[in-house]
């Protein structure tokens, strides 16, 4: 039970990343990268707009019925599970990637994009919390 959970939470994410790459796109960023891992952490997103790197942490929620959605996305803060320790893990996997790929002077930002997801009826909404402090 709890593999078939973790399986599911996984496509989950997966399609939230995916609906957030739709968006970042539809709003005039192109992408640069999706999923850059080392042993200590993971950026989601890599997007560029204008002259500034978005560095984009996705956060998923899925419900079951538009109502129940229109809720969470009036209460829920995508924010709330970024926390001081997810900080910490971003701004060394941001630093590492700026290192490894010799991006010295441009200017960057962490933004959280939360994905709220209605499976059933194929919807979906997007809210943005630009230029996280980390």
């Known amino acids: 039970m709890y593999k078939g959970k973790l399986t599911e939470n996984l496509r989950i994410g997966q ?3 995916n609906v957030a790459c739709r968006f970042l796109v539809k709003h005039g960023f192109s992408l640069v990268e999706r999923n850059y891992q080392k042993k200590w952490g993971e950026i989601d997103i890599i997007a ?6 978005h560095f984009v942490e996705v956060k998923t929620v899925s419900r079951e019925n538009v ?3 229109k809720e969470e996305v009036d209460s829920f803060e995508p924010e709330e599970n970024v926390h001081p320790k997810k900080l910490k893990r971003m701004s060394r996997i941001i630093q590492t990637y700026l290192i490894e790929k010799n991006i010295e002077e441009e200017k960057w930002q962490f933004d959280v994009l939360a994905v709220f997801l209605d499976m059933e009826n194929k919807q979906a909404r997007v809210r ?4 996280v402090i980390i």
């Open 67 to 69: 109502k129940e959605l």
């Open 48 to 53: 560029r707009k204008g002259k500034i790197l």
């Open 128 to 131: 943005v919390t630009e230029n």
């Open 15 to 17: 399609v939230g990343e």
